[in-house]
C-alpha cells in the first residue's frame, strides 16, 4: 500500500460547489502540506502543518483552508470552487527527526467548470 | 527569502548521451538542496539530496548533483539517459531541516530515441 494517499484522484466540479480533497499518510510523519501544481509554474505551497495543533499558510492560500483531523490525516477545502483553481493538488510529508525531504502523494487532478 | 532557478524550460537528448539539468538558488547561508523526478501522472519522487559534507551526492537511477557554492549552483547530472529518464525535474531549496522547501518551476526532460 502507498505511504500517502490522496481521494480522489480524480473530480470534476461546477463554479461556486464547496469540495473537499483528503489526504492520509501511514508513514508516522508530523509534518504535512498542500501543494498545487499548474503547468509552467512548478508547485506552490497553500498550507502546511508542523502538527495537529499547527497550521501555516503557504504562498497561495486564499481560496483555500485546511484541516489537520488526525497526525495521520490533513484535508484541503474549497469553499466556494473557481475555474483558476483547476490544477493538480499534491499532499506531501515530512518529518522533523530525520533529514526533512517531503514524500508524496500520487495527485488529485481537479477541474472547475 | 530563498528561491530556486531551474533556467530549462525543457531539454531533448538523445537515449545513451550524457545529461546535465542546472539549478542555480538563492540563500545566504548553505541550503539543504534537492532534486525530484515527477514521471508522467506520477507525484514526485526523491532523486537526491545534499545537507552538508561531501558536494557531489549520489542519487537513485544513477543520477549524481553537485553542490558549488561559488556559484550556486546543484546541478544535476547523468551519465548515460535511458528513455525512461523522461520526465519532469524539480530542484528544491530548504533554509534547515525545520522549515519548508521552495520548488524549481522544473525542467521537462524529453529523450530521442
Known amino acids: 500500500d502507498a505511504d500517502v494517499t490522496q481521494t480522489p484522484r480524480n473530480r470534476i466540479t461546477k463554479t461556486g460547489k464547496r469540495i473537499m480533497l483528503e489526504c492520509s499518510q501511514t508513514?508516522?510523519?508530523?509534518?504535512m502540506y498542500w501543494y498545487r501544481q499548474d503547468p509552467g509554474l512548478g508547485l506552490r505551497l497553500i498550507y502546511y502543518s508542523f502538527d495537529v495543533k499547527d497550521i501555516n499558510k503557504g504562498e497561495i492560500s486564499d481560496g483555500y483552508s485546511v484541516s489537520r483531523q488526525a497526525q495521520a490525516k490533513f484535508s484541503l477545502s474549497l469553499e466556494s470552487a473557481i475555474p483558476n483553481q483547476t490544477a493538480l493538488y499534491f499532499c506531501?510529508?515530512?518529518?522533523?527527526?530525520?533529514?526533512?525531504?517531503?514524500?508524496f502523494g500520487p495527485g488529485t487532478r481537479l477541474t472547475v467548470t | 527569502a530563498q528561491s530556486v532557478t531551474q533556467p530549462d524550460i525543457h531539454i531533448t537528448v538523445s537515449e545513451g548521451a550524457s545529461l546535465e539539468l542546472r539549478c542555480n538558488y538563492s540563500y545566504g547561508a548553505t541550503p539543504y538542496l534537492f532534486w525530484y523526478v515527477q514521471s508522467p501522472g506520477q507525484g514526485l519522487q526523491l532523486l537526491l539530496k545534499?545537507?552538508?559534507?561531501?558536494?557531489l551526492v549520489q542519487g537513485i537511477k544513477g543520477f549524481e548533483a553537485e553542490f558549488k557554492r561559488s556559484q550556486s549552483s546543484f546541478n544535476l547530472r547523468k551519465p548515460s539517459v535511458h528513455w525512461s529518464d523522461a520526465a519532469e525535474y524539480f530542484c528544491a531549496v530548504g533554509v534547515n531541516r525545520d522549515d519548508k522547501i521552495i520548488f524549481g518551476k522544473g525542467t521537462r526532460l524529453h529523450i530521442l530515441p
Open positions: 508513514k508516522g510523519h508530523d509534518r
Open positions: 545534499y545537507f552538508s559534507g561531501d558536494t
Open positions: 506531501a510529508t515530512s518529518d522533523t527527526r530525520t533529514s526533512g525531504e517531503q514524500y
